[in-house]
């Protein structure tokens, strides 16, 4: 495993679970793709190899964005909030982003009733990406 430069390991405060919050971003668009955690060994092999890596906290591993279903996040610039405590991770996003199969996770907006409207289609079958 590769280290973190010393100047970002001092820039990121890392939670008492030894993780930062991370958010995926379209690097041209400006579209808010994903939200999802990093640590030390996920942040190293993502500016190690330039292929965006984040850690799962539901299966406990590293999680290499696109790994199984093709839809990869190319780094693009990653930028450090000013308390350290988030990352924004500029992407160039191959297909879709949410595991819905839509290009963002972000697709629910709240209506004026208080209710959960859609905002983007289904684009890719998630059967298709990840068979079952």
């Known amino acids: 495993m ?3 430069p010393p100047a ?3 820039a990121i405060t890392f ?6 919050l991370a958010v995926a971003q379209q690097h041209d668009s400006g579209e ?5 955690w990093m640590n030390r060994e996920s942040l190293a092999e993502t500016l ?3 292929q965006v890596c984040y850690w799962s906290r539901s299966r406990g591993k590293l999680w290499r964005k696109g ?4 839809q990869t996040q190319k780094l693009v610039d990653l930028l450090v909030d000013c308390d350290g405590d988030s990352l924004l991770l500029r992407v160039d996003q191959t297909g879709v982003a949410c595991h819905t199969g839509r290009r963002s ?3 629910q ?3 004026e009733d208080g209710s959960l409207e859609e905002t983007l289609a289904v684009e890719t079958d998630p059967e298709t990406l990840y068979g079952g």
Not at 15 to 20: A, I, K, N, T
Not at 32 to 36: D, H, K, N, S
Not at 67 to 70: I, L, N, P, V
Request: hydrophobic share 45%; net charge negative.
């Open 2 to 4: 590769s280290e973190l």
């Open 8 to 10: 970002l390991e001092e």
């Open 15 to 20: 939670d008492e679970r030894g993780l930062v």
């Open 32 to 36: 808010v793709l994903m939200v999802a």
């Open 48 to 50: 190690a190899n330039g």
């Open 67 to 70: 790994e199984t279903s093709g």
């Open 105 to 107: 996770c972000f697709y």
């Open 109 to 111: 907006r709240v209506a």
